[in-house]
């Protein structure tokens, strides 16, 4: 995953619409969640150091949202 806030927003964003079955524009703005560009941040940040591996966790849309350095994202419902 590139580390920008538009890729990231954009790929996070798709795997929870097909986590909940419903269109991508039917999810709140992922911003009112995270900050994305921290988030961003943090993941070019993490690109630059080969130290341990970058896991960042929050919640949007009723679930919660894990992503990993290599750009995989985790997501589950909060009821879990």
């Known amino acids: 995953m590139n580390d920008s806030p538009s890729e990231i927003t954009f790929v996070t964003s798709e795997v929870v619409a097909n986590a909940l079955d419903v269109p991508i524009d039917e999810l709140p703005p992922i911003r009112e969640s995270v900050d994305t560009e921290a988030l961003a941040n943090v993941f070019h940040s993490s690109s630059q150091d080969q130290g341990a591996a970058t896991i960042v966790s929050f919640s949007y849309a ?5 992503i990993v350095e ?4 985790f997501v589950r419902p909060l009821n879990q």
């Open 62 to 66: 009723g679930t919660r949202v894990s």
């Open 70 to 73: 290599d750009g995989t994202v």
